[in-house]
């Protein structure tokens, strides 16, 4: 299944006769818990499954999942940078996938490759399991690129009382609103976009936020997306600030608990989407035999 152009984690489906056998496919993805996670899950549920890495250089990553597929692999998890990849690749695209605009999972049924996206249905089980109300809030969305439109959908599902998506450029912003505006108005929704220095005018953003999620990649370096005269606007103590990236504070959680807030990093978000793509792979009957809380215990304690 290698070949030239990619590097084969221990992954290779004919290297593990008579077991199921999965993936992440990610650029880079040494750093990835997605193995670790599903191990535990295939524990929990008493299931015979093999989960690997799976590298494909920036080009390859079509001719990987087809070469894992024919080799009998099962099923993969996609991350950055191969959500849009996946997307085209895949034969069959579930509703929420193609309202999400990319694909974090894949399987093979009937000779068909099925993209779905959990990414959304994972956020908002974190939160719920962290107690933070959706219904009826107030919800700021930073960013508006893959990451963020993945999870739109599954927020307004909650029926917030409204839901603002900034942006640096606000164009974006308003592709998204105008994207969702149909689902946000069946929810009754407020659906709005800013462009992120509006967050600073105390005209146009006179209330804070019970919710604040950074889906931008600034989180992966040193920087936040909002200034300081942002934060004094959109945080207040009562407010939850959920920081996408995990693994570190990020100076956008620090500006969150610096004005009395909560935060959480993004690390429930990927146990639980991880948790939806092992149901969707080995069957909903599993749902009461996995506890993706506990899994994520384990993996704070670690």
Same mark, same amino acid.
């Given at each position: ?58 080009? =390859?990553?079509?001719? !990987? ?26 034969? !069959? ?14 399987? *093979? ?65 308003? =592709? ?17 976009? %800013? ?7 105390? !005209? ?7 919710? !604040? *999620? ?11 997306? *909002? ?31 610096? %004005? ?19 149901? *969707? ?16 215990? =384990?993996?704070?304690?670690?």
């Amino acid at each position: 299944m290698n070949t030239p152009q990619s590097l084969n984690l221990h992954t290779d489906p004919a290297d593990f006769a008579g077991i199921d056998v999965y993936a992440v496919a990610g650029n880079p993805i040494n750093h990835s818990k997605s193995p670790l996670i599903h191990a535990q899950f295939a524990a929990q549920a008493q299931q015979k499954m093999h989960y690997g890495r799976l590298q494909p250089e920036l080009g =390859e990553f079509k001719n !990987v999942v087809k070469n894992f597929f024919a080799a009998g692999g099962k099923g993969m998890n996609v991350t950055v940078p191969f959500k849009l990849d996946a997307q085209e690749l895949a034969d !069959v695209l579930t509703p929420r996938a193609q309202l999400a605009g990319a694909v974090n999972t894949l399987r *093979i049924e009937g000779g068909k490759i099925f993209g779905d996206n959990t990414d959304g249905a994972g956020l908002v089980r974190d939160l719920l399991a962290q107690g933070i109300a959706l219904h009826g809030a107030r919800i700021l969305l930073l960013g508006a690129g893959g990451a963020a439109r993945g999870v739109i959908g599954p927020l307004l599902e909650h029926a917030p009382k409204c839901l603002v998506i900034a942006n640096r450029s606000s164009a974006k912003a308003d =592709e998204l609103v105008g994207l969702f505006a149909g689902l946000a108005a069946a929810n009754q929704v407020t659906l709005e976009s %800013r462009a992120m220095a509006q967050l600073e005018d105390s !005209v146009i953003t006179s209330h804070a936020f019970d919710l !604040v *999620i950074n889906a931008t990649a600034a989180g992966l370096g040193d920087e936040s997306p *909002i200034s300081n005269l942002a934060a004094d606007k959109i945080f207040t103590p009562k407010s939850f600030a959920y920081e996408m990236v995990y693994g570190k504070p990020t100076a956008f959680m620090q500006q969150a608990l610096y %004005r009395g807030a909560r935060v959480s990093d993004g690390l429930g978000m990927l146990v639980e989407q991880a948790a939806d793509a092992f149901l *969707i792979w080995r069957g909903t009957e599993l749902s009461q035999s996995i506890d993706p809380r506990a899994v994520l215990a =384990e993996l704070r304690s670690a």
